[in-house]
């Protein structure tokens, strides 16, 4: 189980639902292990910034998860978490083990265009 | 410009325990950190020798000290950058990367460390693509596969006997013609048959295009140069104190430790030090909190004087 403050994502047909509702999404897939935990603390941190995109997580060992672990921009990743950037639906951008809010803000303002805040 | 009393640089436990005792005596505290709040803490999977806690995981510890440091009225904010520090003065000045800038009376350094990294080509473009600084996170990635442990230390040691549960061979590759870890985890990795030695070695490069393949390993007592195929790499070659933002600033040893004295007082008139990033022997979560309460107590005091005096000097 995930105890973070994000959103989680708990079945394959919600990813879905909220990807296609969606302009803009992240999700970062993972555990409460070493090298997630800092990037969902740059996601809530990053929440109330960019009002543009939806910030969630999902339980990397849930089954559903394969949405995510399976997705072929995911391919010869060996290192939690997976995050995943969503634009209209598609997979644009996916990342693999722990990164910096630089790195971070980096993929949004590229991917989804400078933060949002109104 | 924003005032404040007191500012903690670093919000791990040192500088979550300052922030308690801090804002308890009511000066107006805020935490700046880099991180998420917890420091190296958040990254401990399970704490069961943190004295009146029987278990609990890093995390939690964490989220229990900035819930305590919150209410009694400690500012946090995380994930900053810190762009300019002058220390010096009477009124200490704090500036970030978002262009926000902080005074106060008196700082408090707890900046931490940080995983060591081996700074060789490709390091960087393999991360998560089969190198990782963490077992227990990645470990399930590399079952039957040959891997490498970087390290000669007690967590090399021991993450290389747990990572045998997945790896069919684990090769310890250390610098050294010893190890600097315990006996018993010595014994253990030595005894364990999936557990080869490479000593007096390092790794000079990693190669692969889409994940690692192969490293490049010098042999130190040659010179020469090998090629060996690994699809993993764990690195474990201790840590660094996030203090390079300092040089120049207060005094550090050689490995860019902050030196500080029985009240956690650095060089400098008004700042404070605790946790991982000072000089010193043993780093671990309860010892950062006692440095921490410690130039709470010491940063209070000066603090208080500071204030006092003021207030002498604007009514003569």
Do not use: W
Not at chain 2, 89 to 105: A, F, N, P, Q, R
Not at chain 2, 117 to 146: H, M
Not at chain 2, 278 to 289: D, N
């Amino acid at each position: 189980m995930l105890y973070t403050n994000l959103k989680h994502i708990e079945s394959a047909e919600e990813h879905q639902k909220i990807i296609n509702e969606n302009e803009n999404v992240m999700i970062c897939c993972g555990r409460m292990g070493p090298m997630c935990i800092p990037v969902y603390g740059i996601m809530e941190e990053l929440e109330d910034t960019y009002k543009n995109v939806k910030f969630l997580d999902m339980e990397f060992d849930h089954p559903d998860a394969h949405v995510i672990r399976n997705a072929p921009e995911c391919n010869g990743f060996m290192g939690l978490p997976f995050t995943v950037y969503y634009k209209n639906g598609k997979l644009v951008k996916a990342t693999s083990s722990i990164q910096t809010i630089d790195q971070v803000t980096a993929i949004l303002d590229k991917e989804f265009g400078a933060p949002v805040t109104a | 410009m924003e005032k404040y009393d007191v500012i903690v640089l670093g919000g791990g436990p040192a500088g979550l325990s300052a922030g308690i005792y801090l804002s308890r005596a009511r000066l107006k505290t805020l935490i700046l950190n880099e991180g998420t709040a917890g420091g190296q803490m958040v990254l401990t999977h399970e704490i069961a020798n943190y004295p009146g806690v029987e278990k609990i995981s890093g995390y939690q510890l964490a989220n229990i000290m900035r819930k305590q440091a919150k209410e009694f009225g400690c500012d946090i904010r995380n994930n900053i950058s810190v762009k300019g520090i002058e220390l010096t003065g009477e009124e200490k000045k704090i500036s970030l990367s978002d262009g926000s800038v902080y005074t106060s009376y008196s700082v408090i350094l707890t900046p931490g460390g940080r995983p060591r990294t081996l700074n060789v080509p490709g390091e960087t473009e393999l991360k998560g693509r089969g190198i990782s600084y963490c077992a227990t996170c990645d470990g399930d990635f590399f079952s039957g596969r040959e891997i490498v442990v970087v390290g000669g230390g007690n967590s090399a040691l021991e993450e290389a006997v747990s990572l045998t549960r997945y790896a069919s061979k684990v090769s310890i590759v250390h610098q050294f013609d010893h190890f600097q870890a315990f006996n018993h985890a010595i014994e253990e990795a030595r005894s364990n048959p999936k557990i080869d030695f490479r000593m007096e070695s390092v790794i000079t490069a990693f190669n692969g295009s889409e994940k690692l393949e192969s490293v490049e390993i010098k042999d130190l007592k040659t010179g020469g140069k090998y090629r060996f195929a690994a699809e993993g790499v764990f690195i474990f070659i201790g840590y660094v104190p996030n203090t390079s933002f300092l040089v120049n600033t207060v005094k550090m040893n050689d490995y860019g430790e902050i030196i500080v004295n029985n009240d956690m007082a650095t060089s400098i008139n008004g700042v404070f030090a605790a946790g991982d990033s000072i000089a010193k022997k043993y780093r671990q979560i309860s010892t950062a909190v006692g440095e921490g309460t410690i130039a709470a107590l010491a940063a209070t005091d000066f603090t208080y004087q500071v204030k006092n005096r003021m207030k002498h000097e604007l009514i003569l």
